[in-house]
């Protein structure tokens, strides 16, 4: 193997530092004030900052390699240019990005939060994540939310069971994403620890209605770049299933934000950018606010609660529960041949198994499920039918 000067590399890594510090706002999150849970012994041959560790450590994640089978909405239908839940956090992290280079922001952990927000969704989308949450509740582990559980796969499930030691600032971001949730300004909790994570962690599971704001302007970012990244593209595959007809878009939001995706996101961008330029916050405009507002309550309407998407709803629903017993009888009764341990428990660290009840252990498995892998799972006679449109 070749051998590097790590005197070079070590002086190339903190001109870099350096160089940031100077050209980045000084809001931004500085490499330099990264921390970790883990202490790490940092090899002067590695010339990456602490940010882009994380990115290339969620990359390499087993959990978002399956990103590529994971519903965004649209579930049980066979069309190639629906949007998945891979492509939904490309898109956040370009639109993100946008934001952030205008804004003077770190751009690798925009990447970081961007690519890692939503790796801990259930298969079937946020269905999928209701009827895992009841079945959470019901054993007695707290309600499951796929923002809690991305913290959960990246921080205690990765590397069987070790984690992979991510930056607060990257988690914190994950775990505040919240892109359901309307906000017209976000500003910054700075002072936050692995103390406070773990304590909002802690209270999302108790409490899913408790609001949680970002410790850094990138994760603020990044949790408005969310809902700018599915807004108009939902939009599009509901046109495009035959669901809505684009001119039954709200009128007043069209008339400030346009009818298509492409309109729908540079308007978008461009407000934030101007109206938060060289601000302590992040924010849109009040009539930009208002119309997205409108926008995403017709989306609720007309979209997401579509009677002609939910007509395999009560199937998956008792598909979810038929499969959690089943793995739950089988690490009750220690039935080495089940998938749960052959395709999960296999190998995993003893710290894991010591420290997650047979329900959080069940849970973990399916929620880190693609759509495909999960029906594969369920009796033939069971699974729905995938319909081709």
């Not at 940010?51 to 069309?79: C, E, G, M």
């Not at 939009?235 to 007809?245: F, S, Y």
Request: proline share 3%; charged share 25%.
């Amino acid at each position: 193997m070749k051998k590097y000067d790590e005197k070079i590399i070590g002086l190339a890594r903190r001109a870099l530092d350096d160089q940031e510090a100077r050209q980045l706002s000084e809001r931004a999150a500085l490499n330099r004030g990264a921390t970790r849970r883990a202490l790490e012994e940092r090899r002067d041959t590695d010339y990456r900052q602490d940010f882009s560790i994380d990115v290339d450590r969620i990359l390499h994640a087993h959990a978002y390699a399956r990103y590529i089978d994971k519903t965004q909405v649209f579930y049980l239908v066979k069309n190639d240019h629906i949007t998945h839940r891979v492509l939904h956090v490309q898109l956040v992290s370009k639109i993100a990005r946008t934001i952030g280079r205008y804004l003077g922001l770190n751009e690798d952990l925009i990447e970081a939060i961007s690519l890692g927000h939503d790796i801990g969704h259930a298969p079937f989308g946020h269905d999928g994540e209701r009827y895992l949450s009841k079945l959470c509740e019901n054993y007695g582990i707290g309600s499951f939310q796929h923002n809690v559980q991305s913290v959960q796969f990246l921080d205690k499930v990765e590397r069987k069971g070790i984690g992979w030691n991510l930056c607060l600032q990257t988690l914190d971001g994950i775990l505040c994403h919240d892109g359901e949730v309307h906000d017209q300004m976000l500003q910054p909790l700075t002072q936050k620890t692995f103390d406070t994570l773990d304590r909002e962690l802690a209270t999302k599971k108790k409490d899913p209605q408790s609001t949680l704001t970002p410790m850094t302007l990138e994760g603020c970012v990044v949790r408005i770049a969310d809902t700018i990244a599915y807004i108009g593209r939902d939009i599009e595959d509901a046109i495009r299933l035959n669901l809505i007809e684009r001119s039954e878009l709200p009128p007043d939001s069209v008339a400030c934000l346009g009818n298509t995706n492409g309109t729908i996101v540079f308007n978008l961008v461009t407000d934030i950018i101007q109206t938060s330029f060289q601000k302590p916050y992040v924010t849109f405009s009040s009539d930009v606010s208002d119309a997205l507002k409108r926008l995403k309550r017709f989306n609720l309407e007309r979209i997401y609660l579509n009677p002609e998407i939910k007509t395999h709803s009560s199937n998956l629903n008792k598909l979810f529960g038929f499969l959690f017993e089943e793995y739950l009888s089988a690490i009750r009764k220690k039935d080495t041949a089940s998938v749960i341990f052959s395709r999960f428990l296999n190998g995993m660290s003893a710290a894991y198994a010591e420290t997650h009840s047979s329900a959080e252990i069940v849970r973990d498995f399916i929620a880190g499920m693609t759509d495909e892998y999960f029906l594969s799972q369920c009796p033939d006679s069971m699974r729905p039918v995938i319909l081709r449109m």
